[in-house]
């Protein structure tokens, strides 16, 4: 029988429909997020800010209270008093992202995640059905892996809002950039549905494969965190040097939304923590793979190298942080170059590099 005839073209057809509607509806939530943010005025964040800033140099009330101890002596305490100022204070609490707080803000902000889920929703359906079409996993070429990249990416972020972490800043980024993968998928990755070359057969494409995909997302929304910590940090250098060039009413308008730097470092931090070790994990299950499929565990092969030396960068990374203490702007930077290994991993290697992965084309 021809290998061809073993997919299902109907099932394919579909499944090509849903991710093109997901598209659609992901465009119009990134219109309701660009509206969040356009007409929800300032986050509490900047409101916070502010009210630290018209206090700050205000003199402290000094409340005394008495207390007895031990044979009745008086003693005179002196409350802690917030000492920082300006927004670009780093105990600056978290806010809603862009929703500012108000009812507008917050109407479109609500229409964005709406949007969001629903998108969401297709997308899952596109990729199930591309499974089915052909009875497999379905990231077998670069277009599979790339739609099921977004899908998973978009599907962590719904998992924190649903927890309740406060991420809605996250939102627009993110939306964009599934947008722009998936554009990219179906414009230049696209391959039909087919059957897997034979060394693809394996229950290991189910593991070391989702694992993958799954660690990719998760850094990819540690990588976006990191971006933005860069731009909030810069700017809250600036509010904090009076001396200095102060922010233009654009920036103001558009960090002030974001939360404090140091949120956006931690929340980077922990999201490159805690995928670490699922990234270890894929490693491990792709070499028990190629000893299965090749023979050998190890053959410098170009993926399974730059698999091993965006481990190694997001290790200097986490090392430096726990041992060293880098926080702020060195760490951020070496995530960055960290995540710019996954990058390349995935789009360099794969299509201007070959090796024993080049099964598959794009």
Known sequence: MNIAAAANETLAHNSNLLVYSA????????????????????????????????HANAPAAVTVRSTQQGGGT???????????????????PDGPGAAGGTEK?????????SLTVLAWALHVGGVLTRALSVQR??????????????????????????????????????????????????????TASDQLVPALHSYW?????????????????????????????RYEAKLADPAGKQPGAFAR???????????????????????????????????????AAWGRYWGWDPKEVWTFI???AYACYLHARATVGWKGRK?????LIAFGCYLFNYYGVNIFVQGLHSYAGV
Request: charged share 15%; proline share 3%.
């Open 310 to 312: 965006t481990w190694v």
């Open 137 to 190: 996993a379905p990231w077998g070429n670069m277009y599979e892996f790339s739609t099921t990249f977004a899908a998973v990416a978009v599907g962590a972020y719904l998992l924190l809002l649903t927890l309740k972490k406060n991420i809605r800043w996250l939102g627009l980024p993110l939306v964009t950039t599934v947008l722009l993968d998936l554009g990219l998928a179906v414009s230049v990755l696209y």
């Open 74 to 92: 008086a003693v005179l305490e002196r409350p802690q008093v917030i000492t920082k100022t300006a927004a670009g204070s780093r105990d600056v």
């Open 23 to 54: 598209m659609a509806v992901y465009t119009l939530a990134f219109l309701a997020h660009m509206a969040e943010w356009v007409f929800g005025s300032r986050s509490k964040v900047g409101r916070t800010a502010a009210a630290l800033t018209a």
């Open 253 to 291: 308008s558009v960090l002030e939304r974001l939360p404090s730097a140091a949120s956006l470092d931690k929340f980077a931090y922990r999201i490159n923590a805690t995928v670490f070790p699922l990234w270890t994990f894929t490693i491990i299950a792709g070499a028990i793979w190629a000893e």
């Open 205 to 233: 494409l189910w593991i070391h494969v989702s694992c993958a995909i799954i660690s990719g997302a998760v850094l990819y929304m540690g990588a976006v965190a990191t971006v933005l910590f860069l731009f909030r940090d």
């Open 105 to 113: 803000g917050d109407l479109y902000g609500r229409i964005a995640i």
């Open 331 to 335: 760490a951020a930077w070496l995530g």
